[in-house]
């Protein structure tokens, strides 16, 4: 026997000459086995230029002398590598990664958690990773007193974070119980994984729960802030498709500043690309401003893709899920005045129905006004006036006739007015309709030459948008 059976020192021979090399070889190994400590486990390729007595462990990616050395301990020693098998039970203690590691027989794995310092990976019976720190596989897990209570704490770094339970079958998802997306309490469940339904929400503030999947347990809906969330109000005949940027498809909604594509089926809404908008007026609903206002956006029956929702400087993702997606917002301080809501597909067709903002920190379900009612807060921004409104009758020449309009409603601002004129009679320069104030305008004509002068508008319009 030429090495020891556990450390693979040399022996020295009977009447070997030169003994004191084979002896002070035997030391440099003692000095790099004891105590023993490698510079890396994930280093592929020898380094170019090693110190004496250098020392790694192989990784299965070994290259060069490495290759094909697989766990063994590499050692550098009188300007060359030499190898060793580790035996079962070695202690090797890894300095890029600050950790003890032992030897199974069979690979490295951790030692012991590090005192109070504690591991960045722990793995019971299971291997742990850089996002699943702590992983156990065992029949079960228990957490005792120490005397007297025991607290399983969970933290978030912010409100808009989740922090839950999630439970799963085959690994996917079935039922989350936590704070998702807000500091409420919710609980969901889902049947593959992808699609959820709220069963219960409690809120953080005020204690208040509520069901929103059981009919009979649901709250009167909240109003909603939005102008014909549903989209049903069409005055501008839009037919669906695309929209250039900022231009208005059905009432109160139009594109953002790449311009959208919309379309509807029913009460069925596709956003197959780009950004949709509407701007909130806190006004409108009583309110001095949204700023610090706890609000919930939701739509019914998300599908296809995800929105990307802002509200002012308050954003967030709803997920494709059955029933209702909700997403609480909060404006931050100087949100004041109108806001703009934003709707996005940022990654294909995303399909839903009846888009919904109130107040509070979940979503009541939708709340349905009048047809009337709809129709009345549309046209606050926007009338398009019915039928025609023919002018006729004779004047001296330079004279004029006028008809008064009387809107609807106030508009929400002195309207532009559009129109189309046709039929025109002996007149001087073009027909004019002009507003008078927020609730009325006026059509005039005025008489080339004296006699008959005449003219018919169509397609009248009155725009007080945002």
Partial sequence: MSVTPRLSLPLLAAGQAQ????????????????QLSVISRSQAAPPAAPAETAAYLVPPSGAGVFAGRENQLALFEDGGWSFLQPRKGWLCWVEDEAELQIWTGSLWRRASPLSSEGASLWGVNASADETTRLAVSAAASLFNHAGAGHQLKLNKAGPADTVSLLMQTGWSGRAEIGLAGDDDLHVKVSSDGTAWREALVIDHASGRVSLPATPWAQERAQPNLLVNGDMQINQRGFAGGALAAGSYGYDRWKAG????????SGPALT???????????????????????????SVEALSGAALDVGFGGASGRLEPAEGWSSLSLVPPAGD????????ASPAGAARFRRVKLEPGRHATGWSLRSLPDEERLCRRYYWRRPGLLLLDGYQDAGAGIRQEIALP???RSLPAIGFTLAKAVNLQGEGRITAQSAETAVAMLTAAATGRVAAEFSAIVFDSEL
């Fill in 257 to 264: 500043p790449a311009g959208a594509s919309l379309a509807r």
């Fill in 19 to 34: 003994k004191h090399v084979t002896h002070n070889d035997a030391l440099t190994r003692l000095d790099a086995l004891i």
């Fill in 271 to 297: 956003l197959a690309s780009g950004m949709i908008v509407q701007i909130v007026e806190p006004a409108l609903w009583g309110l001095a401003t949204f700023a610090g206002m706890a609000l919930t956006l």
């Fill in 409 to 411: 409603l106030p508009m």
């Fill in 336 to 343: 004041d005045g109108p806001l703009m809501l934003r709707l």
